[in-house]
T-cell receptor, first 115, second 116 residues
């Protein structure tokens, strides 16, 4: 299995809703990532998990709450979002290490619209 | 801090011709990796090619090749024999490794449009 699976593919939520994005991989990768991508912009790193521990938080607002319950699963819990949080949310995974090549595998993303 | 620059917001190429997408980077780390990704309108990021900072030869993957000029800090993507399906956004990215883990930082992207 060489895929990263993200669900749902599309999500529309109100500003008072609570929702979660899910990301799953079975490649044995021990690093997982959340990226946010606005239209016509590059992906921006939000969070990095390494060996199921949060290692990087790029000053993301607390209304985004990541969770890594096990080595295959990564969640992003959403609460009290703003319309400007509407974006494509991409999950990725990779091996951990300092070798010459550790490729990233991306999921197909969740298109989030906050109304 | 590292920085990735793609100076071509958009490019046109005639079908079956070759095209070069530019990427320059800036880092003080001696060990780094450079990636190119393709993103069609569907949104998924498709890995195309990788070049390590210590690799002596330019990377090639089918119709894709990477023109790596380390002294100039450039890593241009060359697509040979363009196809209509190559129309997409293309991102150059650099991997940084620190104690916190791997970080992949993207350039601003180039939108490639292939004309029939």
């Amino acid at each position: 299995d060489t895929e990263v699976t993200q669900t749902p593919k599309h999500l529309v939520m109100g500003m008072t809703n609570k929702k979660s994005l899910k990301c799953e991989q079975h490649m044995g990768h021990r690093a997982m990532y959340w990226y946010k991508q606005k239209a016509k912009k590059p992906p921006e790193l939000m969070f990095v998990y390494s060996y199921e521990k949060l290692s990087i938080n790029e000053s993301v607002p607390s209304r985004f709450s990541p969770e890594c319950p096990n080595s295959s699963l990564l969640n992003l819990h959403l609460h009290a979002l703003q319309p400007e949080d509407s974006a494509l949310y991409l999950c990725a995974s990779s091996q951990v290490g300092t070798g010459s090549y550790y490729g990233y595998t991306f999921g197909s993303g969740t298109r989030l619209t906050v109304v | 801090a590292q920085k990735i620059t793609q100076t071509q917001p958009g490019m046109f190429v005639q079908e079956k011709e070759a095209v070069t997408l530019d990427c320059t980077y800036d880092t003080s780390d001696p060990s780094y990796g450079l990636f190119w990704y393709k993103q069609p309108s569907s949104g998924e990021m498709i890995f195309l090619i990788y070049q390590g900072s210590y690799d002596q030869q330019n990377a090639t993957e089918g119709r894709y090749s990477l023109n790596f000029q380390k002294a100039r800090k450039s890593a241009n993507l060359v697509i040979s024999a363009s196809q209509l399906g190559d129309s997409a956004m293309y991102f150059c990215a650099m991997r940084e490794i620190n104690n916190a883990g791997n970080m992949l930082t993207f350039g601003g992207g180039t939108r490639l449009m292939v004309k029939p």
